[in-house]
């Protein structure tokens, strides 16, 4: 029999680690991360202060959604609107350098999508109450349907909003309570500072031509015309 040299039989040798394609490749996602939040800053104090670039004669289009509002209110949704900017971009960064660098461990991430995937399904239909508010929210804040200090009308409170968030609207109501509305919740809201509501007046009906005399109350003498006449 003849003998196969030890060298020769174990031939299997470990696969090296790109190390330096790592290094590049979270190098690459925290520098576009960086200058994404940077540029969603940037934007976002613009908004706040202010910025007339909207009120150009070719973004006539997009003016309702940035028309002037008071300082407040205008910081609050720039703000809301940065932060889940911010949070969407960080989540695809991280996401996809995770994915190139199990991809250099040579992992094999067909798996572990189709599993994250099913992950994400289930806890998209566990999770629909606490989506659909977020999603509400967002569509409150970038058509700026209400804000701060606006006397807001819903199907449960009529009152003025103290904070707009993505999940929950916080409203004062006219006796003083304090409500948080789920945005989710939120069918139908009219706002009486954005349009031109004039409070209904309470009359006298006594007043009105045409009303009616006043009742009689029980025992009171009834007094005619005739007796009125020679009175006088």
Same mark, same amino acid.
């Given at each position: &029999? ?17 190390? &330096? ?7 690459? !996602? ?9 540029? %969603? ?5 613009? *908004? ?31 703000? @809301? =609107?940065?932060?889940?900017? @911010? ?9 996809i350098v995770i994915i190139y660098v199990l991809k250099y461990l040579d992992v ?9 995937? =099913?992950?994400?399904?289930? %806890? ?17 804040? %970038? ?5 701060? !200090?606006?006397?807001?009308? @819903?199907?449960? *409170? +009529? ?8 999940? +929950? ?8 309570? %304090?409500?948080?509305?789920? /945005? ?17 007046? @309470? ?27 020679? /009175?006088?």
């Amino acid at each position: &029999m003849t003998s196969i040299p030890l060298a020769e039989a174990i031939n299997i040798e470990p696969e090296k680690i790109d190390l &330096m394609a790592i290094l590049i490749t979270v190098g690459v !996602g925290l520098a576009v991360w960086i200058v994404a939040r940077f540029i %969603i800053l940037r934007i976002t104090r613009r *908004v706040s202060a202010g910025s007339t670039f909207f009120k150009k004669p070719h973004f006539k289009w997009v003016q309702p959604a940035f028309r002037a509002l008071d300082h407040e209110r205008r910081s609050q949704r720039a703000e @809301t =609107i940065g932060s889940l900017l @911010t949070s969407l971009v960080s989540v695809v960064v991280v996401v996809i350098v995770i994915i190139y660098v199990l991809k250099y461990l040579d992992v094999d991430v067909a798996p572990l999508l189709t599993s994250v995937g =099913i992950l994400g399904v289930a %806890i998209g239909f566990g999770a629909q109450q606490l989506i659909r508010d977020f999603l509400a929210g967002i569509f409150i804040t %970038i058509e700026d349907q209400y804000g701060i !200090g606006d006397v807001i009308v @819903t199907s449960e *409170v +009529i009152g003025t909003v103290e904070s707009v968030g993505l999940r +929950i609207t916080r409203v004062r109501a006219e006796d003083g309570a %304090i409500w948080y509305l789920r /945005n989710g919740e939120i069918l139908r809201v009219g706002n009486r500072s954005q349009g031109d509501y004039v409070p209904l007046e @309470t009359t006298d009906p006594s007043d009105q031509p045409g009303a009616a005399a006043a009742p009689v109350t029980a025992g009171a003498p009834r007094v005619t015309k005739a007796e009125e006449k020679s /009175n006088e």
